[in-house]
């Protein structure tokens, strides 16, 4: 699959890519092929022309098309070069590849300085320049902010979403999530969720049969915690509101 996109976008832009990076899971050891998804990013040196976008929305169909074990399962981001110094969201908004869906002008939202970090800490060159060589140093101070925010503006309005919450993913998402971003908030540094669960079992460990129903989930497999998962939202939240890092 990596071949697939990579080979194909190269073949499409040209000298016009920066570089291509793998990141997520599959980067830092994490990856669990039952329910992780694939999470790549393409510097580019311009924004794309409405011609490029339509032939990279059709490369990415073709992609999952040919590679189906995959399909709706990988998330590609398409940034400008000038984007990459951004340290925080900027304005301008990207093409996104997500879900089996094609976003021209996708919004970045509090993940964009999370994602960063963690791609220049963990990235994998496939194809192009390094990526410390175009993400400048990152605060984690700003990290740990940033993932405060995405808490409360993001995550926080689930609790009145019972149709989002009563989707199996979701609830094992966003347990995992939550992991991440109380160990990030508290201990001052983004892992992988797999770490941050254990972190989090054994820091408070009336969570231990929640996160690991999260952890075991897979595709196909039913998860019915939503109570469960609401009020380990609640906890998280209160758990950083003592940070007072807002």
Request: glycine residues 6%; hydrophobic residues 40%; proline residues 6%.
């Amino acid at each position: 699959m990596l071949t697939e996109w990579s080979e194909g976008l190269q073949h499409l832009l040209g000298e016009w890519i920066v570089g291509l990076y793998l990141s997520g899971s599959l980067a830092y050891g994490d990856f669990v092929p039952e329910r992780s998804d694939i999470d790549l990013q393409a510097v580019v040196r311009r924004p794309l022309t409405g011609n490029e976008l339509r032939s990279i929305e059709e490369l990415h169909k073709q992609v999952e098309g040919r590679c189906p074990e995959w399909a709706g399962r990988i998330e590609c981001s398409y940034v400008p070069l000038e984007l990459m110094r951004a340290l925080r969201p900027p304005p301008t908004p990207r093409p996104w590849w997500g879900f089996g869906t094609f976003y021209p002008a996708a919004p970045a939202g509090n993940e964009w300085i999370i994602n960063h970090y963690l791609l220049s800490k963990y990235g994998i060159v496939l194809a192009g320049r390094a990526v410390k060589e175009l993400v400048p140093p990152i605060d984690i101070h700003l990290v740990q902010q940033a993932s405060a925010k995405g808490l409360f503006q993001e995550w926080l309005p689930k609790v009145d979403d019972a149709t989002w919450l009563s989707n199996s993913h979701h609830q094992s998402y966003l347990v995992l999530n939550l992991c991440r971003i109380l160990h990030t908030v508290i201990r001052g540094e983004p892992v992988s969720k797999k770490v941050a669960g254990q972190w989090v079992k054994s820091a408070y460990s009336h969570w231990n049969d929640l996160i690991e129903e999260a952890e075991r989930w897979t595709y196909g497999v039913e998860m019915t915690r939503e109570k469960d998962t609401v009020a380990f939202l609640r906890f998280v939240v209160d758990r950083v509101n003592e940070t007072n890092l807002l």
